[in-house]
């Protein structure tokens, strides 16, 4: 007996695209509030050099705590300063303070309400129990569709995700605070306000401050997550490290998060030592202490306003989108040095082939020049059109498909069946949001290869694996594409394919928001003109490989070619 299959994702889709179109004036306020926020705490935190930022901060940190936090909050944010990842640690602490800050706002008056009420803690309860439940990256698939890319879309998805613990536990320390204690409260005439601010809250502030300090620790591990999105910080060079399985440079964006959850974890843990707090009333130093703290934050708000002020470059802003393929990272980065050129500032998000085509359709980005066609970016152009501008090939000569080492004796796809031993039933794929891999799925159902295994991964590990077999010169097969250093490293081939499932040769094309032509005539004139060839890509892409920074190899293909760059600026 076979149940007919409710379409609860066509449902799904329907609410969301219903949501998009009747609450986009909701959607826009929260992000016109949320973007702001995060800039507030960014220039926070930027308002001075770095050295004596955190010079405040450890004095800060001090005041509110002990000494010996402060010692290690000095030692372990000059290590990140030493490491040159502050600007980026600066950026997480703004969006795990921006979240927390929300939270506070709306976890705080629902915790409130579900302490003073069954009903509400009845309604509530069971909510954030789904909330905390759900495997956090679900939540981004709705803030991409709601919020397109970048930090505010990250934030949405940590707040959902972190405010659960603020509610629950204010909701239980109010629930604690002794009957006989609200009983006298009532003799003595107050009101149910006045019984709430000067008897509940004061008595349950540890249990809330202890909320507060698992909100701000989940928080921070979304902060990965939220990279996958398009979110800045240290998380985007996390998932930078994963996908290009660089594994030092992971490690120590890994060390700085780490740094930072211990320093709020620990101060917050203080903030919420009531007992402490009450001893240290009665002392004179803490009377210093307070009108010091009180002076810090006064100075720090100060030179928040002044860098507001001098912040402004004249330059327009531009944003580009991008998908972790060493390709599009070579292209998008020399395009970035070109922008620059031209006096742009230029904001590069690294993210999925999904949400950088959203993030183009939706004017949170303003450009891409990551599309296959006819083959690979089909189905977005597909799902897409008319909501972009295609402005034509940026390469031409591509090509994608099934590749393997050159001594591997077949050549063709259709006769991968004959040896699924050989190549233990696999094919090493990349992102399985991409077009190849998706594509390739349509191939494995026309040649029916039902013994073999589609191994999602990431364009570094797909060639880690290639790497590994090649020298032991084992059979592998994975999903390829030309250009690719690859081909330059390795002797490599690919499989004919008789049913021409992956489409003939292929072109790169540059893909703009609607608009951008006419809100930044030169920036869409550089970017029309943009066209480079195969070698010189390769040329790009070998020298990320060998160990160059993609920025930095970018600025040097570009300061060896000036020929081509100025006619890409129409200076020639």
């Given at each position: 007996?076979?149940?007919?299959?409710?379409?609860?994702?066509?449902?799904?889709?329907?609410?969301?695209?219903?949501?998009?179109?009747?609450?986009?004036?909701?959607?826009?306020?929260i992000n016109g509030a949320i973007g702001p926020t995060v800039d507030f705490f960014q220039h926070l935190l930027s308002a001075v050099p770095p050295i004596w930022m955190i010079l405040l901060l450890t004095l800060l940190v001090w005041l509110v705590s002990r000494l010996r936090i402060a010692i290690f909050a000095f030692i372990g944010l000059m290590l990140i300063y030493d490491l040159q990842l502050w600007s980026d640690s600066v950026l997480t602490i703004a969006l795990v303070l921006t979240a927390t800050l929300i939270s506070i706002v709306i976890g705080i008056p629902l915790g409130i309400l579900a302490g003073r009420s069954d009903k509400m803690k009845g309604f509530l309860f069971p909510v954030l129990d789904f909330m905390q439940t759900m495997p956090s990256f679900i939540y981004l698939i709705p803030a991409v569709f709601f919020f397109a890319l970048g930090n505010v879309p990250a934030e949405i998805a940590s707040i959902i995700f972190a405010m659960p613990p603020t509610i629950r536990m204010t909701s239980l320390g109010l629930r604690q605070v002794s009957g006989e204690l609200k009983e006298a409260a009532d003799a003595f005439g107050t009101t149910s306000w006045q019984k709430l601010i000067k008897v509940e809250l004061p008595l349950a502030r540890s249990t809330i401050l202890a909320g507060i300090n698992q909100t701000i620790m989940l928080s921070l591990s979304?902060?990965?997550?939220?990279?996958?999105?398009g979110a800045d910080g240290l998380g985007k060079?996390?998932?930078q490290s994963i996908s290009r399985l660089q594994v030092g440079k992971g490690f120590e964006a890994g060390l700085a998060i780490a740094i930072i959850a211990i320093i709020l974890d620990r101060v917050t843990q203080n903030l919420g030592n009531a007992k402490t707090a009450a001893v240290n009333k009665k002392t004179p130093m803490v009377i210093v202490r307070k009108w010091l703290t009180i002076a810090t934050i006064i100075a720090l708000l100060g030179m928040t306003v002044y860098s507001y002020v001098g912040d402004g470059s004249g330059k327009k802003k531009i944003v580009l989108t991008y998908v972790a393929w060493d390709s599009e990272i070579a292209s998008t980065n020399v395009v970035k040095q070109v922008l620059e050129k031209a006096g742009y500032d230029v904001e590069i998000q690294e993210t999925e082939a999904?949400?950088?085509w959203e993030g183009v359709v939706s004017g949170a980005a303003d450009a891409h020049v990551c599309a296959w066609l006819p083959s690979s970016s089909k189905i977005f152009v597909e799902k897409y059109k008319g909501q972009f501008d295609d402005l034509g090939p940026n390469l031409t000569g591509a090509k994608i498909g099934l590749v393997v080492p050159q001594y591997v004796p077949i050549n063709s796809v259709d006769q991968l069946n004959q040896y699924r031993?050989?190549?233990?039933g696999q094919i090493i794929g990349i992102d399985p949001g991409s077009g190849e891999m998706q594509l390739t799925e349509k191939l494995m159902k026309q040649y029916q290869l039902n013994g073999y295994q589609l191994i999602s991964g990431t364009d570094a590990s797909m060639v880690a694996s290639l790497d590994k077999a090649y020298k032991q010169k084992k059979w592998i097969v994975i999903t390829g594409w030309e250009p690719h250093w690859k081909f330059l490293k390795y002797k490599l081939k690919f499989l004919d394919d008789p049913d021409g499932v992956y489409g003939g040769p292929q072109s790169i094309h540059t893909i703009v928001r609607k608009g951008l032509k006419k809100d930044m005539p030169e920036a869409y004139a550089i970017l029309d003109r943009f066209h480079w060839s195969k070698e010189d890509m390769e040329e790009v892409m070998l020298k990320i490989h060998d160990g160059m920074s993609p920025d930095q190899a970018a600025a040097e293909w570009v300061k060896s070619h000036p020929k081509q760059v100025n006619e890409w600026l129409g200076k020639q």
């Open positions: 007996m076979s149940l007919p299959r409710i379409p609860l994702d066509k449902w799904v889709d329907a609410f969301i695209q219903w949501l998009q179109i009747h609450f986009k004036p909701l959607f826009d306020l979304m902060v990965v997550v939220g990279s996958m999105i060079i996390v998932l999904a949400p950088m031993d050989k190549f233990n």
